[in-house]
């Protein structure tokens, strides 16, 4: 009769657990931040009489979704963000893009006639 060898489980050192954990810790900490940043630019723009802030739920495009953790985090979806161009500048204008990919957003020139392109 022949003993099996009893089957070892996959084991890690305390060490590896807190490196881990402050990785996770880390990814999680700067998400938040983009979702609190989120939350201030909405602010800024429902703030300001001269741009507007379109919030039409359900029927935005899943090429371009919200990325799960935001909404895990409370983030919540915009379908478009009508924006003055003499308000913003270049850096502001692609920050806001990087914010929030599931929207479109429009850049109004001052005459309002006139759209900037995607990319700035």
Do not use: H
């Amino acid at each position: 009769m022949t003993i099996q060898p009893k089957r070892r489980w996959f084991q890690f050192g305390l060490r590896w657990l807190l490196v881990v954990m402050t990785a996770i810790c880390i990814w999680l900490g700067w998400n938040g931040r983009q979702v609190c940043r989120r939350e201030q630019i909405l602010e800024r723009v429902r703030n300001d009489k001269f741009n507007y802030c379109f919030n039409s739920g359900p029927s935005l495009s899943q090429e371009n979704s919200l990325p799960f953790i935001w909404r895990l985090l409370g983030a919540r979806p915009q379908s478009a963000i009508a924006l003055q161009r003499d308000r913003y500048t270049y850096d502001e204008i692609a920050e806001i893009r990087a914010l929030f990919p599931e929207t479109n957003i429009f850049v109004a020139d001052y005459g309002g006639t006139e759209t900037l392109p995607l990319e700035p």
